[in-house]
């Protein structure tokens, strides 16, 4: 056969021209899917930090966090609240004007693009010009930059009319409430993008929960550590940030502390931990032991298309929006602050209302309570770009929040219980006594659940059933790991127990306040499970005491671990546990008329600790061998004692902790101090003793 040279030729040329085209349709399509390597002043970043923080520390000043609130501390030992050190009407001999030999004003005209409070300096030749110009501070609180990325389609614009909204809507003032959780400080830290979108999720669990005193207190670090790669104290995007919360769950403050308001990010990273996409003072195996016990999630969260009606509409809906924009404008003179022209995003805010007759939305900052209007703000409609990335978040509400129907298991309600029931805002409604030992009840009605929701739910047949879980357990917990191992692994097992208010066990009487401890306790379970197997009991449900031995048996029914609420007075399994020194490092006594609690260490009196707008309070959490079973205890010498101990576990982990967990037992006074005869965080609470 005879070869043809030119055909040959033309088909080796063919083959090579296909190749070249398939290589060069990979790389248009790798261009225009992948991230562009730019140099950092064409990156688009969220990464501005609190320029307050930035100017006390580029004067060489210590800056420090107090309560949200930052300061500026001077080497003689003396402070500023930051804000009015930048602004120069606090430390103006330690300000950069003194430091340089020139004159210093404050003005107040709003052309500062990050306070409308600045410090001015008077030069020789008598011009002025602020410290944000003469210290650069624009470079200096700009991160080291992150990408954009690759966003997923914005939504379809909602088919809402203007005329179809309200002229104006604030979520700090919705139904006369604030539905927002406390402004913070994000100090030095490019992590504007964190704050950001955790100051929306607090706030949509707010919503959700029907709550607006649920106020989560959710880590920052948790995002800004190396949890979540790429995206540190040199900047982040909100997007992300709200991705990760999602498909893994952020935990509490509590669990994980910010500690990154001293690291900064400029030129390069100036945090413990640096390295490719990781720029923080904590890494993510500083969060506590339990944190797989604290997580909050959202279900869902999108990009709004650039619209303002589906932008409001979605506020509405939804709750507070996580929302980027540029911030190197200025306030005009109605206080609304503008960008002129419009700059790239550069930081992140939240954006939680809308002013039609000013023309701005309401946005939430996050450079403490004390910058301009308590943390807030106004920014003009269509400025600043901050309608370009507007997300909005939805959750669900959590199973302590919401009473459940599926899985829901109501244990024996006893004859003394039976002609009615009140737990908080749950009813049980008339039962027979005849069908309390039964494990069938047909038309229960359940009135007002936890979140006050008015419609009756009907269960008919509804199965009535113990669960017993059986859990291999870690090295021994402390109340350090609460709510473990009551809630572990997502997986309540515990059951709670309240004291009765029939005369019972060696000293009988009771307090009915004892059932409210018991679900303010449960409310705080509830808050970390994914699964539901808890249930709580009256104390003469499950036990009896025999005056013969001066013992508490259990009745045959099967209990998990246990959480006790109530002393040993009024709840005989308090008493079967923690009046015994063979269990308990920290017991009750009854000795000359009164009860004592006996500590390694000290013996408390009733009669000393104990009176008017008084009481001291013991938590406690023991691990009982032969049972396998870990018991905790809620209790006081009386009534409000209890509930003082019950209130400081229903409010660990958030922003309203009384006081943090330690050790096996703890024995906190608490003192009526406002007078208004209730136990509430804001009463005076002393820790007397931590037993280990």
């Known amino acids: 056969m005879k070869l043809n040279p030119t055909k040959g030729l033309s088909r080796f040329l063919l083959i090579i021209t296909t190749i070249a085209t398939i290589i060069a349709l990979v790389l248009a399509f790798a261009a225009s899917h992948l991230p562009s390597i730019s140099k950092k002043e064409d990156v688009t970043c969220l990464s501005i930090?609190?320029?307050?923080?930035?100017?006390?520390?580029?004067?060489?000043?210590?800056?420090?966090?107090?309560?949200?609130?930052?300061?500026?501390?001077?080497?003689?030992?003396?402070?500023?609240?930051e804000w009015s050190f930048y602004a120069g009407k606090c430390g103006q001999q330690y300000s950069y004007c003194a430091?340089?030999?020139?004159?210093?004003?404050?003005?107040?005209?709003?052309?500062?693009?990050?306070?409308?409070?600045?410090?001015?300096?008077?030069?020789?030749?008598?011009?002025?010009?602020?410290?944000?110009?003469?210290?650069?501070?624009?470079?200096?609180?700009?991160?080291?930059?992150?990408?954009?990325?690759?966003?997923?389609?914005?939504?379809?614009?909602?088919?809402?009319?203007?005329?179809?909204?309200?002229?104006?809507?604030?979520?700090?003032?919705?139904?006369?409430?604030?539905?927002?959780?406390?402004i913070k400080d994000q100090g030095r830290c490019g992590s504007c993008w964190a704050f950001a979108a955790i100051g929306a999720v607090e706030a949509v669990h707010n919503i959700v929960a029907k709550n607006p005193d649920l106020d989560l207190d959710l880590s920052e670090e948790n995002l800004v550590s190396?949890?979540?790669?790429?995206?540190?104290?040199?900047?982040?995007?909100?997007?992300?940030?709200?991705?990760?919360?999602?498909?893994?769950?952020?935990?509490?403050?509590?669990?994980?502390?910010?500690?990154?308001?001293?690291?900064?990010?400029?030129?390069?990273?100036?945090?413990?931990?640096?390295?490719?996409?990781?720029?923080?003072?904590?890494t993510c195996?500083?969060?506590?032991?339990?944190?797989?016990?604290?997580?909050w999630n959202i279900s869902e969260y999108g990009l709004l298309p650039q619209d303002s009606a589906t932008?409001?509409?979605?506020?509405?809906?939804?709750?507070?929006?996580?929302?980027?924009?540029?911030?190197?404008?200025?306030?005009?003179?109605?206080?609304?602050?503008?960008?002129?022209?419009?700059?790239?995003?550069?930081?992140?805010?939240?954006?939680?209302?809308?002013?039609?007759?000013?023309?701005y939305w309401i946005a939430r900052n996050s450079w403490g309570p004390t910058w301009h209007d308590h943390g807030y703000f106004k920014v003009g409609y269509g400025e600043c770009s901050i309608e370009q990335y507007v997300?909005?978040?939805?959750?669900?509400?959590?199973?302590?929040?919401?009473?459940?129907?599926?899985?829901?298991?109501?244990?024996?309600?006893?004859?003394?219980?039976?002609?009615?029931?009140?737990?908080?805002?749950?009813?049980l409604p008339k039962l027979r006594p005849s069908n309390t030992d039964v494990t069938r009840k047909r038309n229960l009605q359940l009135f007002e659940n936890i979140l006050g929701n008015v419609d009756i739910i009907r269960i008919h047949n509804l199965q009535l059933f113990e669960v017993k879980q059986n859990v291999t357990y870690p090295s021994k917990f402390t109340l350090s790991h609460f709510p473990a191992p009551f809630v572990f692994n997502g997986k309540e097992n515990v059951t709670v127990i309240v004291g009765n208010s029939d005369p019972h066990g060696p000293c009988g009487g009771a307090h009915t306040l004892d059932t409210v401890g018991g679900m303010m306790v449960a409310e705080q379970l509830g808050i970390h499970r994914l699964e539901f197997y808890?249930?709580?009991?009256?104390?003469?449900?499950?036990?009896?005491?025999?005056?013969?031995?001066?013992?508490?048996?259990?009745?045959?029914?099967?209990?998990?671990?246990?959480?006790?609420?109530?002393?040993?007075?009024?709840?005989?399994?308090?008493?079967?546990?923690?009046?015994?020194?063979?269990?308990?490092?920290?017991?009750?006594?009854?000795?000359?008329?009164?009860?004592?609690?006996?500590?390694?260490?000290?013996v408390y009196r009733s009669s000393e600790w104990t009176g008017p707008g008084k009481d001291l309070a013991l938590i406690e959490s023991i691990y009982v061998p032969e049972e396998d079973r870990y018991v905790l205890v809620a209790s006081g010498f009386g009534g409000d004692g209890t509930r003082a101990a019950s209130l400081i576990l229903q409010l660990h982990g958030t922003n309203k902790e009384i006081v943090s967990l330690n050790g096996t037992a703890m024995i906190i006074q608490w003192i009526d101090s406002n007078g208004n005869a209730k136990v509430?965080?804001?009463d005076t609470w002393n820790l007397i003793e931590i037993v280990h």
């Open 49 to 81: 930090a609190n320029p307050a923080a930035v100017y006390c520390h580029a004067l060489g000043y210590t800056y420090k966090i107090e309560g949200q609130i930052g300061y500026c501390i001077f080497p003689d030992g003396s402070k500023c609240e």
């Open 99 to 182: 430091i340089n030999g020139y004159g210093i004003e404050t003005r107040r005209d709003g052309k500062d693009p990050y306070s409308k409070e600045y410090t001015v300096c008077i030069l020789p030749d008598k011009t002025r010009r602020s410290v944000t110009e003469l210290m650069n501070l624009r470079e200096k609180i700009k991160g080291c930059g992150v990408r954009v990325p690759e966003e997923k389609k914005a939504l379809r614009e909602r088919e809402t009319r203007l005329s179809q909204l309200p002229s104006y809507f604030d979520w700090r003032n919705y139904n006369q409430r604030d539905w927002m959780t406390p």
């Open 226 to 282: 190396d949890c979540l790669i790429g995206h540190s104290c040199c900047g982040g995007w909100h997007g992300a940030a709200l991705e990760y919360i999602r498909d893994n769950g952020i935990t509490t403050e509590a669990c994980f502390q910010y500690v990154d308001e001293c690291c900064e990010c400029y030129v390069s990273c100036e945090c413990q931990y640096s390295g490719e996409g990781i720029c923080s003072d904590a």
């Open 285 to 295: 195996s500083d969060k506590c032991p339990d944190w797989s016990n604290r997580l």
């Open 311 to 359: 932008i409001k509409s979605y506020l509405i809906t939804y709750g507070p929006l996580v929302a980027a924009m540029n911030m190197d404008g200025q306030f005009d003179d109605n206080d609304i602050y503008r960008c002129d022209p419009d700059e790239p995003i550069n930081h992140a805010v939240v954006i939680v209302g809308y002013n039609d007759t000013g023309g």
């Open 391 to 427: 997300y909005y978040v939805s959750a669900q509400p959590r199973e302590a929040q919401v009473l459940r129907i599926r899985n829901l298991q109501l244990l024996q309600l006893s004859p003394n219980n039976a002609d009615f029931m009140r737990m908080r805002n749950i009813q």
């Open 534 to 602: 808890g249930k709580m009991f009256l104390d003469t449900d499950v036990a009896w005491y025999n005056d013969s031995e001066a013992k508490v048996y259990f009745w045959p029914v099967n209990i998990t671990n246990i959480i006790t609420i109530g002393g040993p007075g009024v709840n005989m399994i308090t008493w079967r546990y923690f009046a015994n020194p063979w269990y308990a490092p920290a017991y009750y006594q009854y000795q000359d008329g009164e009860w004592v609690l006996i500590t390694p260490n000290n």
């Open 680 to 682: 509430d965080p804001n």
